[in-house]
């Protein structure tokens, strides 16, 4: 699942894939591919993942590892700037002089999961800074803007792991079941809208459907079918005040094949009927 931005730019030619934007802040679960650099512009809000909140205040920085399921609570008139990463392609990154364990262990799951960066810390005005500077290079996209991005984001991780705000864990076992993971998520990201089965994603990965379950149930708190209709339903509510698409060709493009119940699991997960929620 990608993240959902506002006012986001496009990813530039850098094999960072660095996208830039306003965090779609709301109390549903996020879970996405991507690394994340988030500032917080205003307000307060909450950070849950892995059973710990974390107060977010005006001007705190946190770092995301990809592929953690967090949750946003207690937000009072919060924004946040975000600097996504898509590290799909770690070969690409790793060959771009960032060492392959840093991408294998933020890949893999192997380091942790979050790290909150306060004014006053060590590294925190570079960090500041620097991805102010990143959004301004990837909006206006003058000539050489890549070299700037460049540098900014190996200073960016420079802080993050020199400061040990994020540290490698060395944990075989929990790699390879993160790169499996990774390969099903993947998958199912790429086919969602199309009526993916567990079967289906088995034989596409090589992996069996009882693993694939055993990966959702250990590393994800989730099952496949939930990961799925997540997935479906956070796009159909996207579309629903994004275009003016009926709510009939709304259902379809996210994977459900019957209204009624498109309508039912809609209400069921954001406690009011698509039609509902377009209005608000």
């Known amino acids: ?149 460049y540098s900014k984001m190996y200073g960016l991780f420079y802080e993050l792991f020199a400061n040990k705000y994020i540290k490698i864990l060395d944990v075989e076992m929990r790699s390879k079941k993160y790169r499996a993971l990774l390969r099903v998520t993947h998958y199912i990201d790429e086919h969602y809208s199309d009526g993916v089965s567990l079967e289906e994603v088995a034989e596409a990965t090589g992996i069996s459907r009882y693993y694939v379950s055993h990966l959702f149930k250990e590393l994800m708190d989730n099952t496949f079918v939930g990961y799925v209709n997540e997935l479906r339903l956070n796009h159909a509510a996207m579309l629903l005040v994004t275009t003016d698409s009926p709510i009939i060709e709304i259902a379809s493009k996210s994977g459900f094949n019957n209204l009624s119940n498109f309508n039912r699991a809609f209400k069921m997960y954001f406690g009011k009927t698509p039609s509902s929620y377009r209005k608000s």
């Not at 006012?7 to 030619?13: K, L, Q």
């Not at 850098?14 to 109390?27: A, L, N, Q």
Request: glycine share 4%; proline share 3%.
């Open 1 to 149: 699942m990608s993240l959902e931005l506002l006012n986001s730019t496009s990813a530039s030619n850098s094999v960072f894939r660095v996208v830039c934007g306003d965090m779609v802040i709301s109390e549903k679960p996020v879970l996405h591919n991507e690394a994340v650099f988030g500032l917080v512009l205003s307000g307060q809000l909450n950070m849950n993942i892995d059973d710990r909140v974390t107060a977010l205040a005006e001007n705190d920085i946190y770092f995301i590892s990809p592929n953690r399921k967090y949750r946003f609570g207690d937000f009072e008139n919060a924004a946040v700037e975000i600097i996504s990463l898509n590290f799909s392609n770690a070969t690409a990154v790793s060959q771009d002089y960032i060492p392959q364990s840093i991408i294998r262990a933020l890949v893999n799951g192997n380091c942790s999961p979050f790290a909150k960066i306060s004014p006053g810390e060590a590294g925190y005005a570079f960090m500041r800074q620097a991805i102010l500077d990143i959004k301004v290079a990837e909006t206006q996209k003058s000539d050489y803007f890549q070299l700037q991005v």
